[in-house]
């Protein structure tokens, strides 16, 4: 069975930093692309973060220099490191995993990141 479990979100205010992890689960971790999506209330899920096997990132432009996703095989486990947070980034934050050539994939439950005075 595959699963992903995210974790690591929470309250933050402006300006602060939060790392979510998602640990990945019954997949061969180092053959996915793991990626960060985020959903927030009345609006439709988008892509944050992701990065490919061989280690090549890309991030949605609302984040680039802000946020940074990595990835550790040994552990099963990819993160997203956001600083500089914005109340716009508030929202669940869905963690995805899928083969290079394969659309959809497995989700995780997501977590919960809300950014506020």
């Known amino acids: 069975q595959v699963q992903l479990v995210e974790s690591g979100g929470g309250l933050v205010q402006p300006g602060g930093s939060l790392r979510l992890s998602c640990a990945a689960s019954?997949?061969?971790?180092?053959?996915?692309?793991m990626g960060w999506y985020r959903q927030a209330p009345g609006k439709q899920r988008e892509l944050v973060a992701h990065?490919?096997?061989?280690?090549?990132?890309d991030f949605a432009d609302s984040v680039k220099g802000r946020f940074t996703i990595s990835r550790d095989n040994a552990k099963n486990t990819v993160y997203l490191q956001m600083n500089s947070l914005k109340p716009e980034d508030t929202a669940v934050y869905y963690c995805?995993?899928?083969?290079?050539?394969?659309?959809?994939?497995?989700w995780g439950q997501g977590t919960q990141v809300t950014v506020s005075a």
């Open positions: 019954g997949i061969i971790f180092s053959d996915y692309v």
């Open positions: 995805n995993g899928r083969r290079l050539v394969t659309l959809n994939g497995y």
């Open positions: 990065v490919f096997p061989g280690g090549f990132t």
